[in-house]
């Protein structure tokens, strides 16, 4: 909505015009990346929070530096999701409409010596 300059009705049907035809692949794209957000968020605090509730380790301290953990993780990933999903509406838009070729016509040819 905001590269192609749309409102919210005419960026939702844009986004279906996009999508309809490569539904599967652009479902599996998303789930990949939000797994992968999913594992670098909030594994490494759930980790630590089975450690401290298995193990004891750091009792007083653990569930906060486990929450703490969790937010970073998020902090980290969340562009991860954001840049898929840029990359998948570019790949998109160079599968059905050739945008490559649109960008590369409209750079000027260097003259010949």
């Known amino acids: 909505m905001i590269v192609e300059n749309f409102g919210g009705s005419a960026g ?3 986004s279906w015009d996009l ?4 539904l599967m692949h652009t479902v599996v794209t998303v789930l990949a990346s ?3 957000v999913y594992l670098v968020a909030a594994l490494p605090g ?3 929070k089975y450690a401290v509730q298995q ?10 530096l486990s929450i ?3 937010q970073l993780g998020s902090l980290l990933s969340t ?3 954001v840049s898929a999903a840029v990359i998948l509406y570019y790949d998109l838009r160079v599968r059905r409409e050739g945008y490559d070729l649109q960008l590369a ?3 000027p040819v260097p003259p010949l010596n």
């Open 105 to 107: 016509m409209q750079q």
């Open 34 to 36: 939000g797994l992968l």
């Open 55 to 64: 193990y004891g380790i750091l009792p007083d301290v653990g569930p906060l």
């Open 12 to 14: 939702l049907g844009r």
């Open 79 to 81: 562009p991860l999701s």
């Open 68 to 70: 703490v953990i969790t």
């Open 46 to 48: 759930a980790a630590l």
């Open 19 to 22: 999508t309809s035809k490569d």
